[in-house]
């Protein structure tokens, strides 16, 4: 079964697939979420490979890898074979777990302010 066609069911009753909630809490697309996906399951790409693979734009690829190296999902790292002009980067995602960790993290302190405002929303 695909990551992306997984869903959870909410307290709410409402379903939520990992798309969603990293869409969320990151602001991820699903062309990052692609991105993320290719670099996770590969070595490392750059963007002239990531935009033939996922059959976009390099514009596209361009905000994506930006977005999740700022994010601090993927790595960037100077192609040695780039010759002259503007340089070229090669894109590696971090390790599964570390990726795993960040999010469990970057969610529990999600649910702590959340929790926090409520409380202090809702107190006497």
Request: aromatic share 10%.
């Amino acid at each position: 079964m695909e990551i992306e066609n997984v869903k959870i069911r909410l307290p709410s009753g409402k379903e939520a697939s990992l798309i969603d909630a990293l869409g969320f809490c990151y602001d991820i697309s699903d062309t990052d979420f692609q991105v993320l996906r290719v670099l996770m399951k590969g070595t490392g790409k750059t963007e002239d490979e990531l935009s033939s693979m996922l059959h976009l734009s390099k514009a596209s690829i361009n905000r994506s890898v930006n977005k999740l190296a700022s994010l601090g999902f993927i790595e960037r790292e100077k192609d040695p074979n780039s010759k002259g002009g503007r340089p070229r980067f090669i894109y590696t995602s971090i390790s599964y777990e570390k990726l795993t960790e960040k999010i469990a993290r970057d969610f529990k302190y999600c649910a702590d302010i959340f929790s926090g405002s409520f409380g202090n929303e809702f107190a006497h």
